[in-house]
């Protein structure tokens, strides 16, 4: 820890402290910096920063730091211990032999940062250079990480619409399936409808030629009776005429032998 530890409370105060020197922030309003849903009303000459949750997944309060910045110089980030806010000061950007160790939150308690000797500037550009390296490489994965996911979004994708193009296919199947079963049905029944047309026009003209066969007859035997002469109908007599001729074939036959 620095030697020189002073405290003071100020209501908004609005000079940033140099370094070394603490302030404790008061507000008039109710603060709950742990919460990731608060955010602090306007601060005139501030800026605020907000939360984040590192690497853990645990949650780092948020922090105001000043709206305009100062030749040769880093600005160390407050802090919260509960509700009270320790403000943020001026650090020197370079300190010859030195290395800045930054502060942060370990396990929701702060660590202040503190000037390392024993290294060079060139030591703590390395320092710095890896630090942002292995940010990069985070962001990376996340970013690899994302696009796998996405990838795997767009095959769920295409295997939806894979299924309701079968889908359809099947549909418009089964419709055809079921035209082409209406159309045998149709087909079919006209063919009944013919069918039962034929036998009636057949059953019509066999009852038509029984009634002309039975006219026929009734006329011979009234025609008979009118001339007094009994005549059976024109079929029996053809029947008889015929027995009559093969009687007289079949004597003419016997008699030649």
């Known amino acids: 820890m620095l030697s020189t530890l002073a405290l003071a409370l100020a209501l908004f105060a609005s000079t940033p402290a140099d370094a070394g020197v603490y302030v404790s922030v008061s507000f008039p309003f109710a603060v709950d910096a742990w919460s990731p849903h608060w955010a602090p009303a306007h601060r005139a000459g501030w800026s605020w920063v907000g939360g984040h949750y590192d690497n853990w997944g645990d949650w780092t309060p948020g922090h105001w730091r000043p709206s305009y910045a100062r ?5 160390v980030s407050g802090y919260w211990t509960g509700h009270s806010y320790i403000e943020g000061y001026w650090r020197p950007l370079y300190r010859s032999g030195y290395a800045w160790i930054s502060p942060g939150y370990r396990y929701g308690v702060w660590s202040e940062g503190y000037w390392r000797d024993g290294y060079s500037r060139r030591v703590y550009e390395r320092a710095e250079t890896r630090h942002e390296v292995r940010e990069d490489r985070q ?15 767009r095959k769920e994708d295409r295997a939806e619409a894979r299924d309701d193009r079968q889908d359809r ?10 035209r082409r079963e209406r159309s045998d049905s149709d087909r079919a029944g006209r063919k009944s409808v013919a069918s039962k047309s034929d036998d009636r026009k057949s059953a019509d003209s066999s009852r038509a030629e029984g009634k002309s066969e039975r006219s026929k007859q ?38 030649g032998r």
């Open 71 to 75: 030749s040769g110089y880093d600005w």
């Open 169 to 178: 296919s099947d549909d418009r199947a089964d419709s055809r399936d079921d």
């Open 139 to 153: 962001e990376r994965g996340e970013d690899r990480r994302e696009a796998r996911e996405d990838r795997g979004e």
């Open 218 to 255: 009734r006329s011979t035997v009234v025609a008979s009776r009118a001339g007094g002469k009994s005549v059976t109908p024109s079929v029996s007599s053809s029947r008889r005429v015929g027995s009559d001729t093969n009687t007289k074939s079949g004597k003419k036959s016997r008699s």
